[in-house]
């Protein structure tokens, strides 16, 4: 399952830094606009405990993480929406993304310029929202005057979606994103292949500075306060700080690198947890001698779907599930304790997975 989440932001914000820290890749980060001219990628394996827990007992030959791929797309101005800056390029990139990951610049340093001359994180993302909004209403009113030809000669399914695409547009006119509108779950549909990119899930990351991490400051409280407003979630992180932890060698230097902040994990840890959430995603396990591995899955997911994921012919010739949860295999130790114990259960093709579950399939093809 492929899964990618854009950085966006405007210029100078921090973007490149944070995509340094979340990723071997070494993006070019400097005190100008347009450092980051194509969009620098990386794959980004999800932290979980879980997994370092079942490798202890299970002692693999080979430990597979869940991982994200993380795009760090150029920075955007004014006017991107009509091309200027690099445009079209920027969204086109975000549209191929799954979530948005907002960097709002939340600290003053008069040593690195702001494309607008001074801090506002409302006004900023403000700025981003109204060119895509922008672009969302160019890939609307193409469909829109598709629909209105269907519906005038009584094309049932074509009035159904012209009354669900004039809210959107109405909606997006007022200066709102399109994942707010006021429709239902299922008319979504009618917009599902216009990719619009005020539809995608955000979480805004405000950039603070040190001072600022623990107990954040007044502009991370109006990008919360603009956040709870939308239904939307904020992390603050400072992209300075994880780029001095992510100079050091060990996980031991790290820990203690932490431990003198007064923090528990990382802003990478904590961003990409929160990015992995943001998409409503869960993982399962499968442990073997050969390899343990945590899996992909849509919250949702039945056994059939969630074997799938492994490979289509699981899903196809899907027989059962031998189903053990996490905090048996930890108590227990192993497949044969559990199953001694009772802790090992069968399930057919109506199984709804849980976040967690350690998971065989049977199948046959």
Known sequence: MGLKCG?????????????????????????????????????????????????????????VPNTIEIVDIAGLVAGA?????????????????????????????????HVHGNVD??????????ELQLKDLESLDKKLQKVQKAAKVGDKEAIAALAVLEVYKTHLESGQNARTAPVLPEDQEHIADLFLLTAKPVLYVCNVDEASLKTGNALVDKVKAMAAAEGAETLVICAAVEADIAELESFEDRQVFLEDLGL??????????????????????????KEVRAWTIHKGYTAPQAAGVIHTDF?????????????????????????EAGKMSVEGKAYVVEDGDIMLFRFNV
């Open 7 to 63: 950085i966006v932001g405007l210029p100078n914000v921090g973007k490149s830094t944070l995509f340094n820290c979340l990723s071997n890749a070494k993006a070019q980060a400097a005190n100008f606009p347009f450092c980051t001219i194509e969009p620098n990628v990386g794959m980004i394996s999800v932290p979980d405990e879980r997994l370092q827990k079942l490798a202890e007992l299970v002692k693999p030959q080979n430990l």
């Open 121 to 130: 994180p409302i006004r900023d993302k403000e700025i981003i929202d109204t």
């Open 315 to 339: 899903e196809r010739g899907f027989i059962r599930a031998e189903v053990i949860k996490y905090a048996d295999f930890v108590h227990y130790g192993s497949w044969a304790a559990c199953k």
């Open 81 to 113: 929406s009509k091309g200027e800056g690099l445009g079209n390029k920027f969204l086109g990139n975000i549209r191929e993304t799954d979530a948005i990951l907002h960097v709002l610049r939340c600290f003053d340093d008069g040593n690195i310029v």
């Open 264 to 289: 528990t994990e990382s802003g990478v840890e904590k961003l990409i947890k929160a990015a992995y959430k943001l998409l409503n995603l869960f993982t399962y396990f499968t442990a073997g001698e």
